[in-house]
């Protein structure tokens, strides 16, 4: 379906275009397919002109926003000299990122080694490689229903409430109003019955992303833990959308209290450049031999030298302070939207992520489109409606109150025009 919006001739162009050379699959659907010339802070530009108030960091990615000055400047130091790829080498800069990043995660003792990926499904299939490595005679692969950890191998298989894979079993999340702790501790101790011995790992997701952000109650987590533990099973936290703040905290682990045996890293890691890791318990770490791990891209120059200009900024510019500062503002904005339309049926989330559920599919669709067309110059970018109803709302960290207040005169503004 090739998208074309009222004047914008080169956008249209461009989107035409992009039509006879890219195949569909690569992108996910939105409305708006904006084509965007720059980005600057918290703004987006389209190459015809119209600037657009950020709600997403990419895909939760660029937490410190866009073109960040001392960002850019620290990434060129860190690389410099190097080359792009140190395959077969070592580089100062690889075991600078890797111990200043696992310190980091001092909150959690488990947090002792780790291993690169390029990509978040990598991270987590890596996490997992080492659990099934380690308990070779276990097979079964229990996952929380309706997570999402990628499309690739191992994560593919665990994402979802169904699976291609006959070794993966799924146990309820809770979804809206959660169920008596006793309800998932049946779920799990009939699962622990039915396979002794045989559960290689539980991976689960902080808080339900993909699936219209659904954040569970702490102790849920802490469940998971107390089971994992008491049956001596590697429990993963897939922190690939959550890490670097997004939560209020560096880490979800910490906002949900539980000290995860393998954490997954992605996304916000590395402000946009591609990176990822897993972290986690050296005896699972090393169970993968020279080379069971390893592939072109893992641990990329670019990718150390973003993770630490990341951390040089977080420190800096105490950004997961910020970050929590901003969410207040955030769900304030959220609620006056909740308020002021009765096609909004919920706002859900922490810290700097949430979801607005809005009655139905199309809604969610419009919404999208008249939050980009606000004004005439003027709009808010959204994620295309990838959750159904929900939308996502992810913007930077650094999003400063005008901005706010920006953002919701346009919603206010460009919604009024959505059909109730
Ligand atoms: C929680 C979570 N895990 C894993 C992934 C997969 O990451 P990638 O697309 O980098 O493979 C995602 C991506 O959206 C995610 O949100």
């Given at each position: ?25 690569q992108s996910t659907y939105t409305p708006t397919q904006m084509v965007v010339a720059k980005a600057r802070g918290r703004h987006l ?315 139905d599919d199309a809604t969610a669709n419009q919404c999208v489109l008249e939050a980009y067309r606000a004004t005439k110059r003027k ?42």
């Open positions: 379906m090739l998208i074309q919006h009222e004047n914008e001739p080169l956008g249209n162009a461009i989107r035409k275009a992009m039509s006879n050379c890219i195949g569909l699959g530009y389209t190459v015809d002109g119209r600037r657009l108030v950020d709600f997403t960091s990419g895909v939760l990615v660029q937490n410190l926003g866009y073109s960040h000055k001392k960002f850019e400047r620290y990434f060129e130091r860190h690389r410099k000299n190097l080359p792009r790829n140190t395959y077969n080498m070592v580089s100062p800069l690889h075991v600078k990122a890797s111990e200043r990043l696992l310190k980091t995660m001092k909150n959690n003792p488990n947090a002792q080694k780790l291993l690169w990926a390029a990509s978040g499904s990598e991270g987590v299939q890596k996490a997992m490689w080492t659990a099934l490595k380690r308990y070779p005679h276990r097979n079964i692969l229990a996952a929380t229903r309706f997570g999402f950890h990628g499309k690739k191998g191992l994560a593919g298989d665990v994402t979802g409430d169904a699976s291609p894979n006959p070794n993966v079993r799924f146990i309820s999340f809770p979804l809206g109003e959660p169920q008596p702790a006793a309800y998932y501790q049946a779920e799990l101790d009939a699962l622990a019955a039915e396979f002794p011995g045989q559960i290689a790992l539980l991976i689960t997701e902080p808080y339900l992303g993909a699936k219209g952000s659904y954040h569970p109650p702490a102790w849920y987590h802490q469940l998971l833990q107390a089971w994992c533990n008491s049956h001596d099973i590697p429990f993963i936290f897939d922190e690939v959308q959550s890490c670097f703040g997004r939560t209020g905290n560096m880490y979800a682990f910490e906002s949900y209290g539980v000290q995860p045996d393998l954490v997954v890293l992605g996304k916000g890691l590395a402000n946009g450049e591609p990176a990822a890791a897993v972290a986690g318990r050296a005896d699972l770490i090393d169970v993968l031999k020279y080379g069971e791990g390893s592939d072109t891209y893992s641990g990329a120059t670019s990718a150390c030298a973003a993770v630490c200009a990341a951390l040089d900024v977080f420190e800096e510019e105490k950004i997961v302070k910020c970050a929590r500062k901003a969410g207040k503002k955030l769900k304030a904005v959220l609620e006056i939207l909740a308020k002021s339309f009765d096609f909004i049926t919920e706002v859900r989330g922490e810290g700097m992520v949430y979801g607005i559920e809005m009655k709009g808010v970018h959204f994620l295309g409606p990838l959750a159904g109803k929900v939308l996502r709302v992810s913007p930077p960290l650094t999003i400063t109150n005008d901005e706010l207040e920006e953002a919701l005169a346009l919603l206010k503004k460009g919604w009024a025009r959505v059909a109730t």
